[in-house]
């Protein structure tokens, strides 16, 4: 959950507040969340109006934390995460209900962030005025609880149908964007507000408009007003936010405050300029449930204040507009000049000229449809036009770095922080590790002490569900390597999991071990276990690994399936290889791991016994597994027992053969380990005219599985293969032909190019040559045309060419 300042985008103006004390006055400003004008007139407007104390609409918990806004340190996009503490994990290893959290996102250009800002450099109190998160929170420990926390927003295609309350309610912003003849709410205020640098204050002619739509709302018959449409719960919210709003500004003017700011979403207003009885208020907020909540500072990013990433308040264009307010003059210009630099980093060719056409383009669009700045989509069609000259990739780029952007925000070390999220900032100066909202590749050497400790501390984390560090398995856990590869990027929610995964440890290592001896009590089955035994040698998690091997052990010893033994093998033995590679101790595990091979080798030839077309499929998979975990184990002993079964499942006839798929595959593995002399004559038999058209084909899709090469260089096989398909009968061929398309469809097309072209050549002369003739063939060259050449090549390594 994401809660944020009420949802709908407004401005308000300044207006005496519900209770005055003497010659008290108060100034409500309402506002947009997020919007680079709403920041600039807000600023511009405390500076005229100098308060001696300002209210933001926030959590009340973090009133302790606002003199951190002013540090160094704390540098924008971040956000106030509220979260309940407390609850170890259950006795079983389980870890309860789970915590709930909220956050409340700030960027540079979000009006609360300039007010905060504002008092701190004028020194002047400031407090946060919403509905507190224990109130906010504590609907998630209880479900008959009534939802609290977010304000008005637009549900995702709510179809007009659903009445002018409804829209008025949920979606003011876009109900006066359609007044105004917009059919995009955002648009529509980018021109009013946003996209307007100088001028008056829009704060009292939104206010004013924000009054009319509630006085419109109240006027409509209650039948009418919606209430069903609306979310359960949320008419009381509102309400009980409002109430505690008021209740904040009586308590400021009761403090004897004279001038007094509030800052707070636009619909709001109206609400906190009402004359309304503070014992009412009392009776709305009495018997409230709550719940005990921390509240801290966290790095948040631009990516996450988009309303496309699921955040209620989020905007299109977070990059746009923080761009809008801190660029000081001539914003489209600005844009354009780093669009083409970011396009030129590249290697795409933009010059100053493309740049100078683009600006032209976007302004003469924006006078066109009459709007007072050029706007995102007129920049964003001036680049697809001229700087990216139609094409929608680099389009794409310019989107995600600028548009939405790419920057993460940082907060002091004195912030509030749980030990283990100390642990693990201290791990990353150490490793040189900095987070970042990009996506970073790194490629580790696991021979260097360094790139070792990196590579433990992000399978550490992964264990703690901290995904900072994703894997990339192709390059990273090939066979025989000492190098992984990992894309890194960091996300705000990975605090969250930091502060959840502190019931577990005050280190990321101490924390990782006990999370896996949890999981290892609790696992449900062997492949769970396996995984985690290779997860806690990965991570170096020497602490857990004997308690993760003594679940392993004792699980294997009872598993009596081979398909559960056949799955565990693979990631024992990864773990076994991986293990020596980190000098991690992997004795116990290789006592697992014997025992599972020769308890594999018992009862395979059982487990293949009468099966059908989709259970031979999946223990071909399997067989495939364990032959590859087998290489790569590289133990002379279990190679050859492995080999000796599958060669007596090979070996099967009659009504005990194995299903064609099969046999056929341990044909090709028994070749290519060196272990057969006969597969022409196999093969032969497979194909013969005696066999189901069915049954060959499955033999031969087994057989060919592993490559095409094989065919390639063997023309006693591929005449057979190609005999055989050119002697099937229509409908056998018409049912065979998926099977074989299938299988040849796999190939590279390389493969399959170099198969055709041998094929072509068994007909006619080149067939009937004998051996030595065919491989002295030109195969079709031009020896005049080559000779040139192959001169050239000669006198390039320094030799001379024959005469």
């Keep these: 959950m994401t809660p944020a300042p009420p949802r709908p985008a407004a401005s308000a103006p300044a207006a005496p507040g519900p209770s005055a004390a003497g010659r008290a006055r108060v100034e409500v400003f309402g506002i947009r969340h997020h919007g680079p004008g709403s920041a600039r007139a807000l600023r511009r407007a405390l500076e005229e109006y100098k308060p001696d104390a300002v209210l933001i609409e926030g959590p009340p918990e973090a009133d302790d934390l606002v003199s951190l806004a002013a540090d160094p340190g704390m540098v924008p996009p971040v956000a106030l995460l509220a979260y309940s503490p407390g609850r170890t994990p259950s006795p079983d290893g389980g870890e309860g209900a789970g915590r709930q959290a909220a956050f409340w996102p700030f ?74 003849g917009y059919d995009d709410a955002e648009r529509w205020w980018d021109d009013v507000v946003e996209h307007r640098r100088d001028g008056p204050s829009p704060f009292p002619a939104i206010a004013e408009a924000m009054t009319e739509l509630r006085a419109r709302l109240a006027e409509l018959p209650e039948p009418e007003r919606g209430p069903d449409l609306l979310p359960p719960g949320y008419l009381r919210r509102e309400e009980q936010r409002e109430a505690y709003m008021r209740r904040t500004l009586r308590r400021a003017l009761k403090e004897g405050y004279e001038r007094v700011a509030v800052v707070c979403g636009a619909w709001h207003v109206p609400a906190l300029l009402e004359q309304v009885p503070a014992a009412r208020d009392e009776r709305t907020l009495r018997g409230l449930p709550k719940t005990k909540v921390a509240m801290t500072w966290v790095p948040w990013t631009h990516g996450r204040l988009a309303g496309a990433s699921g955040y209620g308040a989020g905007v299109r264009s977070p990059g746009w507009y923080h761009h809008l307010f801190t660029s000081g003059d001539r914003p489209v210009e600005r844009w354009l000049t780093e669009a083409a630099r970011m396009l030129r980093e590249e290697d795409l060719h933009v010059s100053s000229a ?27 069609e001036a680049v697809r036009a001229v700087l990216c000259e139609g094409n929608d990739l680099p389009v794409e780029l310019i989107r995600r770095r600028m548009t939405v952007g790419e920057r993460l925000g940082s907060v002091p070390e004195r912030t509030p922080m749980v030990p283990l999220q100390r642990d693990l900032q201290a791990e990353q100066r150490r490793l040189r590790l900095k987070p970042s909202a990009i996506d970073r590749e790194y490629d580790f050497d696991l021979r260097k002490p360094l790139d070792l400790d990196r590579s433990r501390l992000l399978h550490r984390l992964r264990l703690l569900d901290v995904e900072w560090g994703v894997p990339q398995e192709a390059q990273g856990r090939s066979k025989g390597t000492f190098r992984e590869s990992w894309t890194l990027l960091w996300r705000p929610e990975f605090d969250v999991a930091l502060i959840e995964a502190s019931a577990w ?91 599972l091979v ?206």
């Design 107 to 180: 960027a540079e250009f979000s009006p609360e962030w300039q007010a905060l800002r504002h008092a701190l450099d004028a020194g002047v109190p400031v407090r946060f005025c919403d509905l507190p998160a224990a109130h906010q929170l504590v609907r998630q420990h209880d479900p008959g609880a009534p939802p609290e926390g977010d304000g008005p927003q637009p549900p995702a295609g709510r179809p007009p149908e659903q009445g002018e309350a409804h829209g008025i309610r949920m979606d003011p912003l876009g109900w006066l964007a359609k007044t105004a």
């Design 354 to 380: 493309h740049v100078i056409e683009a600006v032209r383009l976007a302004e003469a669009l924006a006078a066109l449809r009459g709007r007072p700045l050029a706007g995102l989509d007129e920049v964003t």
């Design 505 to 595: 440890g005050t280190t990321v290592l101490e924390a990782a071990a006990a999370r896996a001896e949890a999981a290892a009590a609790r696992a449900a089955s062997l492949s769970e276990l396996t995984s985690l035994a290779e997860r806690c040698l990965l991570a170096d998690l020497g602490d857990a690994l004997p308690a993760v091997m003594r679940a392993l052990a004792d699980r294997a010893a009872v598993d009596s399936d081979v398909a559960h033994l056949m799955a565990a093998l693979p990631a024992l033995v990864r773990a076994l290889r991986y293990g020596d590679v980190r000098g991690t101790p992997t004795g116990p595990l290789r006592t697992v791991v014997d025992g």
């Design 598 to 803: 020769v308890r594999v080798c018992v009862n395979l030839p059982p487990a293949v016994t009468g099966l059908d077309d989709d259970a031979s499929r999946e223990m071909l998979g399997r067989i495939d597994a364990v032959h590859g975990a087998l290489s790569l184990l590289g133990d002379d002993g279990h190679t050859d027992r492995w080999l000796r079964t599958l060669r007596g499942l090979a070996d099967r006839d009659g009504d005990r053969a194995v299903h064609g798929l099969l046999e056929g595959r341990l044909v090709r593995l028994l070749l290519d380990a060196g272990r057969l002399d006969d597969a022409p004559v196999r093969m032969a038999r497979a194909v013969s005219a005696g066999t189901a058209p069915d049954r060959a084909a499955a033999w031969v899709e087994g057989f060919l599985a592993g490559g095409g090469l094989l065919l390639v260089h063997d023309d006693d096989l591929l005449r057979l293969l190609d005999g055989w398909i050119a002697g099937l009968p229509g409908e056998a061929f018409t049912a065979v032909l998926p099977l074989l398309r299938r299988t040849f469809g796999g190939y590279a097309a390389a493969e399959r190019r170099a198969i055709g072209e041998r094929v072509r050549r068994l007909g006619g002369a080149a067939t009937a040559a004998p051996r030595g003739d065919r491989d002295s063939e030109n195969d079709g060259v031009d020896a005049g045309r080559a000779a040139a050449a192959a001169a050239t090549v000669l006198r390039i390594l320094g030799w001379e060419a024959p005469a």
